[in-house]
């Protein structure tokens, strides 16, 4: 367990664009040391995004609070990563500057699709064979990966031994306990982790394709039940963070309020995929920002869950972290939903540009996806903000939707006018600006819109143009290019033989898919036509009856129950938030809202 010679690098850190992603002795940051396991938690993607998730944080501590070695590594630049190749440095952790390769388990962190070959892309700058099999009987670290995107699986099962699926605070050290008490990767560690509520081997499932392409069934273990974590307040969670060398994505310091979301929005997988609502106390909440200033030197605060507005004790909250941290200390304003904005939350936080995502211009499609808020709780919000010395404001829509109509688009037009006319109605210091995110609507995996197909590209072509013709002079219009999403669809809906069209789009040059600067369109539309793979076959309407390439993995939140979603959205019934009473998903059984929490 020799480190790499840095002393190699010395010109390589001098010539690429900045070299602090690459050196370690962050302030702040855990003390690695070797012990009986060794674990390095991989984000793939740049230094100064992977700095700003707390997921792989949590996940580090885990191993730390057990006396294991917890190390980190992100996925270097191109320019860093070109360079390690021409000279013959292996891809290493941060801390420790060991190769990834002496590690005994690497932990990639699937945060969004377009990540798939960046995992590929570390794997190869480590020297570590890409696939399962190629690494079969060689001493190599278990490649291992949880996060959002690991619900879906297949698309890496080839590349993956163990995938982690929900809360993953203590399932990756568990697994490393039973990896040390078999002595390494032996059959019988992996028929135990096997299992393992959060835990699913790909080599103990195989799916059947039918002559028609497909899945029949799964041979093999045939269910893999989530983890969950009940009690937040027990759970793990750092008192100090490793402060970036350089400035990250979000440059702060960092509380998780809540987790999950009451509101149950059809098209959202978080929603879903993170039930039930799990809250911190404010003591605890309290505990952990003070600590993390302390620790970190920050003079802001996040408070962060999928709907801070929806925590029952927010002004209590903000009245404790008022009372406790330096009076210089500010706190950051998550995305909120317009009908949980808050005056008082307004006037505690940093007056910059406020976000709203009302998803959809008219009350009819609000309907249909259940974001039960109404036009005039929209403006009523953006009045509050305004009051409150706010001057910019950001929408974000979707393209797309199911039932989605030019109607529908129209009514993001009118939303937007009445906002302008909302804040002239007063005299104002500043001008006012509005900004309009529109993103193309992506079916996910365990949501009530996981069947339906996507809206091809002169679909889509047709609603951004009519928006640019619409929109009222001085809204500022931003929306995402096509095939990155039509991708981003079928990577999420996809199955175990997408794995080739990855590995071969990574060998196409194909890396940092999600950086738009970087994307290589032609590298992925020549990997599907190579492998013979047509790739809007996965994002085709699909049958209530066609067994899912992820129907193994068990959410705990019940199928029937996302088709009678479906079935509502299609009749623009509203189900409404599990705060007006239990509907019935599955998890009443380990949900508090459905025993009367709130």
Same mark, same amino acid.
């Given at each position: 367990?020799?480190?790499?010679?840095?002393? =190699?690098?010395?010109?390589?850190?001098?010539?690429?664009?900045?070299?602090?992603?690459?050196?370690?002795?962050?302030?702040?940051?855990?003390?690695?040391?070797?012990?009986?396991?060794?674990?390095? *938690?991989?984000?793939?993607?740049?230094?100064?995004?992977?700095?700003?998730?707390?997921?792989?944080?949590?996940? *580090?501590?885990?191993?730390?609070?057990?006396?294991?070695?917890?190390?980190?590594?992100?996925?270097?630049?191109?320019?860093?990563?070109?360079?390690?190749?021409?000279?013959?440095?292996?891809?290493?952790?941060?801390?420790?500057?060991?190769?990834?390769?002496?590690?005994?388990?690497?932990?990639?962190?699937?945060?969004?699709?377009?990540?798939?070959?960046?995992?590929?892309?570390?794997? &190869?700058?480590?020297?570590?064979?890409?696939?399962?099999?190629?690494?079969?009987?060689?001493?190599?670290?278990?490649?291992?990966?949880?996060?959002?995107?690991?619900?879906?699986?297949?698309?890496?099962?080839?590349?993956?031994?163990?995938?982690?699926?929900?809360?993953?605070?203590?399932?990756?050290?568990?697994?490393?306990?039973?990896?040390?008490?078999?002595?390494?990767?032996?059959?019988?560690?992996?028929?135990?982790?096997?299992?393992?509520?959060?835990?699913?081997?790909?080599?103990?499932? @195989?799916?059947?394709?039918?002559?028609?392409?497909?899945?029949?069934?799964?041979?093999?273990?045939? =269910?893999?039940?989530?983890?969950?974590?009940?009690?937040?307040?027990?759970?793990?969670?750092?008192?100090?963070?490793?402060?970036?060398?350089?400035?990250?994505?979000?440059?702060?310091?960092?509380?998780?309020?809540?987790?999950?979301?009451?509101?149950?929005?059809?098209?959202?997988?978080?929603?879903?995929?993170? =039930?039930?609502?799990?809250?911190?106390?404010?003591?605890?909440?309290?505990?952990?920002?003070?600590?993390?200033?302390?620790? @970190?030197?920050?003079?802001?605060?996040?408070?962060?869950?999928?709907?801070?507005?929806?925590?029952?004790?927010?002004?209590?909250?903000?009245?404790?972290?008022?009372?406790?941290?330096?009076?210089?200390?500010?706190?950051?304003?998550?995305?909120?939903?317009?009908?949980?904005?808050?005056?008082?939350? *307004?006037?505690?936080?940093?007056?910059?540009?406020?976000?709203?995502?009302?998803?959809?211009?008219?009350?009819?499609?609000?309907?249909?996806?259940?974001?039960?808020? @109404?036009?005039?709780?929209?403006?009523?919000?953006?009045?509050?903000?305004?009051?409150?010395?706010?001057?910019?404001?950001?929408?974000?829509?979707?393209?797309?939707?199911?039932?989605?109509?030019?109607?529908?688009?129209?009514?993001?037009?009118?939303?937007?006018?009445?906002?302008?006319?909302?804040?002239?109605?007063?005299?104002?210091?500043?001008?006012?600006?509005?900004?309009?995110?529109?993103? @193309?609507?992506?079916?996910?995996?365990?949501?009530?819109?996981?069947?339906?197909?996507?809206?091809?590209?002169?679909?889509?072509?047709?609603?951004?143009?009519?928006?640019?013709?619409?929109?009222?002079?001085?809204?500022?219009?931003?929306?995402? *290019?096509?095939?990155?999403?039509?991708?981003?669809?079928?990577?999420?809906?996809?199955?175990? =033989?997408?794995?080739?069209?990855?590995?071969?789009?990574?060998?196409?040059?194909?890396?940092?898919?999600?950086?738009?600067?970087?994307?290589?369109? &032609?590298?992925?539309?020549?990997?599907?036509?190579?492998?013979?793979?047509?790739?809007?076959?996965?994002?085709?309407?699909?049958?209530?009856?066609?067994?899912?390439?992820?129907?193994?993995?068990?959410?705990?939140?019940?199928?029937?129950?996302?088709?009678?979603?479906?079935?509502?959205?299609?009749?623009?019934?509203?189900?409404?938030?599990?705060?007006?009473?239990?509907?019935?998903?599955?998890?009443?059984?380990?949900?508090?809202?459905?025993?009367?929490?709130?």
């Amino acid at each position: 367990m020799k480190p790499v010679d840095t002393s =190699r690098l010395r010109e390589l850190l001098l010539k690429c664009e900045k070299p602090s992603r690459y050196t370690g002795g962050e302030y702040g940051a855990p003390r690695a040391e070797w012990g009986a396991f060794n674990f390095c *938690a991989c984000f793939p993607d740049l230094y100064e995004v992977g700095m700003s998730n707390i997921g792989i944080k949590i996940v *580090a501590q885990s191993f730390l609070k057990r006396g294991m070695c917890a190390d980190f590594c992100f996925a270097p630049a191109k320019d860093f990563g070109s360079g390690l190749k021409e000279l013959g440095v292996p891809l290493y952790s941060l801390s420790l500057k060991a190769p990834l390769s002496d590690f005994d388990m690497l932990g990639f962190s699937l945060q969004y699709e377009l990540c798939y070959t960046n995992m590929l892309y570390m794997l &190869d700058l480590a020297g570590i064979p890409l696939t399962r099999e190629e690494r079969r009987g060689g001493r190599y670290p278990l490649i291992v990966a949880g996060g959002p995107c690991a619900v879906n699986p297949e698309p890496l099962a080839d590349f993956v031994d163990i995938f982690f699926i929900g809360d993953g605070e203590s399932a990756d050290a568990d697994v490393a306990e039973a990896y040390v008490r078999h002595g390494g990767a032996t059959e019988a560690f992996y028929r135990e982790i096997g299992a393992m509520d959060g835990v699913y081997v790909p080599a103990l499932t @195989t799916p059947v394709y039918g002559d028609g392409g497909k899945i029949e069934w799964f041979e093999g273990i045939a =269910r893999v039940k989530k983890a969950l974590i009940e009690d937040l307040d027990g759970a793990i969670y750092p008192d100090k963070f490793a402060v970036p060398n350089c400035e990250s994505v979000h440059d702060r310091a960092v509380i998780e309020v809540m987790r999950g979301c009451y509101r149950g929005c059809r098209f959202c997988q978080a929603g879903f995929i993170y =039930r039930p609502v799990r809250k911190r106390g404010i003591d605890t909440l309290t505990a952990q920002a003070c600590a993390l200033i302390k620790n @970190t030197g920050y003079d802001e605060v996040s408070l962060n869950s999928l709907s801070t507005g929806d925590y029952g004790r927010l002004a209590e909250l903000l009245k404790s972290l008022k009372g406790s941290l330096p009076p210089e200390v500010t706190l950051a304003l998550p995305s909120l939903r317009a009908d949980s904005f808050e005056g008082q939350f *307004a006037q505690d936080s940093r007056k910059t540009s406020l976000t709203f995502a009302p998803e959809a211009g008219t009350q009819r499609l609000r309907d249909v996806i259940n974001k039960d808020i @109404t036009e005039e709780e929209i403006l009523k919000a953006a009045k509050s903000a305004f009051n409150a010395g706010y001057s910019a404001v950001k929408l974000y829509f979707m393209l797309g939707l199911p039932t989605e109509t030019d109607d529908d688009l129209a009514g993001i037009c009118e939303i937007c006018e009445k906002i302008k006319l909302l804040y002239s109605s007063e005299k104002r210091q500043k001008s006012l600006r509005i900004s309009v995110s529109v993103a @193309t609507f992506v079916p996910k995996p365990f949501t009530p819109f996981q069947w339906e197909c996507q809206a091809d590209e002169e679909q889509v072509k047709h609603k951004q143009d009519f928006l640019i013709k619409h929109l009222p002079r001085g809204v500022k219009l931003s929306w995402s *290019a096509y095939y990155p999403s039509l991708l981003e669809a079928v990577l999420a809906r996809g199955d175990r =033989r997408l794995g080739k069209v990855i590995r071969r789009a990574y060998e196409n040059g194909c890396t940092f898919d999600g950086w738009d600067n970087f994307f290589y369109e &032609d590298g992925w539309r020549n990997a599907f036509d190579e492998c013979g793979i047509c790739a809007e076959q996965y994002v085709r309407e699909r049958g209530e009856d066609e067994l899912l390439p992820w129907d193994f993995i068990d959410i705990c939140v019940d199928k029937k129950f996302l088709l009678a979603e479906r079935k509502r959205a299609y009749g623009g019934k509203v189900t409404g938030s599990c705060l007006t009473g239990c509907k019935g998903c599955g998890m009443q059984g380990v949900c508090p809202a459905a025993r009367g929490e709130r």
